[in-house]
Structure formats: structure tokens, C-alpha cells
């Protein structure tokens, strides 16, 4: 069997969890890929014993400017394409390609697969048939109270320090651990392939033959990063997928399409659907076996069980499942220890309620129920300095600001510091930090060093 073409792909991007996830995509489709989060490094990797097919290049990095990049990556023979997030318009990409010799240039949200293409195209490879991502024929979300055929999720490698080797799901036929506490973690039913409780099948038929399960792409460590961030990434690649996230025996996986959330699943037992909505006042916790039979008894999933019995509408379904969605996201925030990984597999459509969630919205909720005044004080000395980020992931237009946090937006052009912004806004000494934390996480803002990077001083041209 003849193996197909592989590239070998430079990915220059000083976002790195951007980078990891272009990365992974390129692993994915069977090609080496390398992120470079500086001009610099990029420049060191293009030695004498390295060779390249081709590199994506963002036009703004933190020591040099892209076109520098370009202009080297031309001299060594090897094709490029141009990104960028702040330099927009014909006249930019004009340049990147007329001027800086870059095959094509690409305006950031762009589509992940579609750069991808273009790289491999410039690599000399045939970019492969445009597909839906692969499909993950598995049990979500609101059905983790009916799993039967279960398996878990093989633990990050300890001190895995960015290790490329994936991660794979694997069976277990373990029995489940006694629980230490009440919040006993169960493993995720995602090697489901056939419904849950069939009311045709017998102890003695033989079970279903297994598909293929998804192949995880090992990202990195959450002390390196943080959920918001990735969130990020997957939104502003606008790609299809799956993010797993995991800190010790607690797993959680995040599906995306289109880079908003349209699902996410935990192996909590508190983070069930049943008994989410026991928590939200919906049905006493007394019925939750009432349901679990009725579900059991009829082979349905927990929340369509629920509609059946008259509890919730299929309005309400939908609207907990979205609040249970960003609950579950919202609690991994807070995450230092742990590690994250990129699959392509993407949720089957069928008998799925359709969700949207905005992750920029999310986070600014997100942070401001699940962080401590403590923790927020420490995530904002008052003496911290905040600037406008100029390439951020999402445009103002986006976020759903209150009137006060739009402000506290507005004052905060660097000349200010925290300690200021707190006296000029109304808002309270947690609103106003939850706020400025929220919008550091999403990218809207940062803290410059104190002596100016050529990043800085740029402020025309590539």
C-alpha cells in the first residue's frame, strides 16, 4: 500500500493555542507540523539540515515583522502563505503577494480547511476531497445517565510536555470505581455506537461490531494555557471538532462546528442532565430514578424521557441543555493543572438538539459566576495596565456588553490601571474585575511590558 504524500509544514503564529490547533489539523491529514511562536524562531528553523514544503506566516508577531519571515522563507525556496488578523483589505493582501512574495493571504477568522488546503497546494500535495469532518457516532450529553457500553479516555501522560503522540480512546470493561465523594467521576460513553437500550436485544446476542473511535491530537498542558484561550482558537479558525480537556479523573469534551459550541458532555455525576435540572428546580431529586427507568424502559435519552412525562417541553429541553452546556464549559475555567487535546470528529446530527453557543459570550458569563473576589484580585493587581489587543479573535460588535462593562472597555487604553478603571466605573470592585479578567482571556485585552517590543512600533505596512 503506497503511503499518500506527506508535508513537512511551518506554522510562524505567536498565538499559540491558534498554532496548536492548526498543528493538529495538519498531524491529522497525515502531514509534520512545527509551530514557531516568533520571527526569530522561525528564522533558527530554517538551517541547512532543515528543509520545509511550505509555512503559514501571521504578518504581526511580537519581535519582527512577517514580512521579514517572508522575505527569508522566498530566499530558501519555500512557499508561504500570509495570514493576519489586523492588516485587512486588497491593499494588504496585494502586498503580502506582490511585494513579500507569499502564495495567497488570508484574513483572520478564516477557515481552517480551507488555509489547510492552500498549504498543502503550495506544498505540492493534493489537498484532499472536501469532507464533513469525520462524525462521532456517540451517546451526548443528556445521555450520560443511560450508558451501558462504556469507555474512558486514556489519562494525559504525566510531564507530557507537549508530547505529540495522541491520545486514543480506549475500551474499558472495568468495573466502576466506588466513589470517594459525591462528585464521582464516571467514564464518558463515547464508544457508543448502537442505541443505548434496544428493546430487542438479549444478554445473549453478541454485542455490535465497534467503528472506528475518534484519534485525539495531544495539544499541550493547561498550566501552559487556559480554556478561554482554546475556546478562542476554535472560534477564530472557525473549524468542526472536539476538545478534550482533563484534570485527573475528570474528563469533559467540548464539540464545535463552525467554532461555536454545540455541545459539551463530563463524567461528573453532578453534571448529568437529570440531575442538572434537579439542581434548577425543574423535578425534585426523588424523581431522577422515576425518569432513569422511564428512559431505560423505552430506550430514550434522559431529556426526550423527560418531555414524555410530561416534566419539561421540548422549548425547555432545549433551553437547560444550552445553560447545562455552559455550565460544564464555564467549570473548567479555573483549570491549572490538566491537559487539553484536538480531535476532527464532530457530533452525528440525528436525534441531537441543535445548540449554538457564542464562546465570547460564555466566558464574559462564565467568569463572572464561576471566579472569587479573591481570585479576581489576584488575576488583577491594581496595579496592572490593560491595552486594547490589536489582533483579537473577536470583533467588539460580537460580545453582548452591558453599558457599565462597555466602559470599563473603553477606559481601559493603557493609561490606566486597574487601580483607575475601579474609581471610574459604577460597577462593583468584583463586576468591574470579572470583566477586565474575562476580556483578557478572550484576547480583547492584554498587558504590554513595560519596554516596547517591535511589535508595538509597528503601526503601518507588513
Known amino acids: 500500500m503506497v503511503c499518500a504524500p506527506m508535508a513537512r509544514l511551518l506554522i510562524v503564529e505567536d498565538n499559540h493555542e491558534l498554532a496548536s490547533l492548526i498543528v493538529a489539523m495538519a498531524q491529522s491529514r497525515g502531514h509534520e507540523a512545527q509551530a514557531a511562536s516568533t520571527g526569530e524562531a522561525a528564522l533558527e528553523s530554517l538551517g541547512p539540515n532543515t528543509r520545509w514544503d511550505a509555512a503559514l506566516v501571521d504578518l504581526l508577531l511580537p519581535d519582527i515583522r512577517g514580512s521579514e519571515v517572508l522575505a527569508a522563507l522566498r530566499a530558501h525556496g519555500i512557499p508561504a502563505l500570509a495570514v493576519s488578523g489586523v492588516y485587512k483589505g486588497d491593499r494588504f493582501a496585494q502586498e503580502a503577494v506582490q511585494v513579500h512574495g507569499a502564495r495567497a493571504f488570508f484574513e483572520k477568522p478564516f477557515d481552517l480547511i480551507t488555509v489547510m488546503e492552500a498549504l498543502e497546494q503550495a506544498g505540492g500535495v493534493s489537498p484532499q476531497p472536501?469532507?464533513?469532518?469525520?462524525?462521532?457516532?456517540?451517546v451526548l450529553l443528556d445521555e450520560l445517565l443511560d450508558a451501558e457500553d462504556l469507555i474512558v479516555l486514556e489519562e494525559f501522560p504525566p510531564e507530557s510536555g507537549g508530547s505529540s503522540e495522541p491520545l486514543q480512546v480506549v475500551p474499558s470493561t472495568d468495573p466502576l470505581p466506588e466513589p470517594s465523594d459525591a462528585e464521582h467521576a464516571l467514564p464518558l460513553p463515547f464508544g457508543m455506537r448502537e442505541k443505548v437500550w434496544s428493546e430487542t436485544a438479549t444478554p445473549s446476542e453478541p454485542p455490535p461490531p465497534r467503528r472506528a473511535l475518534p484519534t485525539w491530537s495531544l495539544g499541550g498542558e493547561l498550566k501552559e494555557t487556559s480554556v478561554p484561550r482554546l475556546l478562542n482558537a476554535y472560534y477564530e479558525a472557525r473549524h468542526h471538532g472536539e476538545l478534550k480537556l482533563q484534570q485527573g479523573a475528570v474528563l469533559k469534551v467540548v464539540y464545535f462546528e463552525s467554532g461555536n459550541i454545540v455541545?459539551?458532555?463530563?463524567?461528573?455525576?453532578?453534571?448529568?442532565?437529570?440531575?442538572?435540572?434537579?439542581?434548577?428546580?425543574?423535578?425534585?431529586?426523588?424523581?431522577?430514578?422515576?425518569?432513569?427507568?422511564?428512559?431505560?424502559?423505552?430506550?430514550?435519552?434522559?431529556?426526550?424521557?423527560?418531555?414524555?412525562?410530561?416534566?419539561?417541553?421540548?422549548?425547555?429541553?432545549?433551553?437547560?441543555?444550552?445553560?447545562?452546556?455552559?455550565?460544564?464549559?464555564?467549570?473548567t475555567f479555573a483549570w491549572k493543572e490538566g491537559g487539553f487535546g484536538f480531535s476532527a470528529m464532530r457530533p452525528r446530527r440525528t436525534d441531537l438538539?441543535?445548540?449554538?453557543?457564542?464562546?465570547?459570550?460564555?466566558?464574559?458569563?462564565?467568569?463572572?459566576?464561576?471566579?472569587?473576589?479573591?481570585?479576581?484580585?489576584?488575576?488583577?493587581?491594581?496595579?496592572?495596565?490593560?491595552?486594547?489587543?490589536?489582533d483579537a479573535p473577536y470583533g467588539l460588535h460580537e460580545l453582548k456588553l452591558e453599558g457599565p462593562q462597555a466602559l470599563v472597555l473603553a477606559y481601559a487604553d493603557g493609561s490606566k490601571t486597574v487601580e483607575d478603571l475601579l474609581t471610574l466605573t459604577d460597577l462593583s470592585e468584583r463586576q468591574t474585575l470579572a470583566t477586565l479578567r474575562a476580556l483578557e482571556l478572550l484576547g480583547i485585552l492584554e498587558e504590554r511590558p513595560d519596554t516596547p517590543s517591535r511589535r508595538h512600533r509597528i503601526s503601518f505596512g507588513l
Do not use: W
Not at 472536501?130 to 456517540?138: D, G, L, N, T, V
Not at 459539551?264 to 432513569?292: D, I, K, T, W, Y
Not at 431529556?303 to 433551553?319: F, S
Not at 479573591?374 to 488575576?379: C, E, I, M, S, T
Open 353 to 390: 438538539v441543535k445548540l449554538s453557543v457564542f464562546p465570547g459570550d460564555l466566558v464574559l458569563e462564565g467568569v463572572a459566576k464561576t471566579e472569587t473576589l479573591v481570585a479576581l484580585r489576584q488575576h488583577m493587581p491594581r496595579s496592572r495596565r490593560l491595552f486594547p489587543t490589536a
Open 263 to 331: 455541545y459539551a458532555a463530563s463524567n461528573l455525576a453532578a453534571e448529568r442532565f437529570g440531575r442538572f435540572c434537579a439542581r434548577r428546580g425543574v423535578l425534585p431529586e426523588s424523581q431522577l430514578p422515576e425518569v432513569a427507568a422511564y428512559a431505560k424502559e423505552h430506550g430514550l435519552r434522559t431529556g426526550e424521557a423527560m418531555i414524555r412525562m410530561g416534566l419539561i417541553d421540548a422549548a425547555q429541553r432545549k433551553q437547560l441543555l444550552e445553560e447545562q452546556v455552559k455550565d460544564i464549559v464555564a467549570s
Open 130 to 138: 472536501r469532507a464533513p469532518p469525520p462524525i462521532a457516532e456517540s
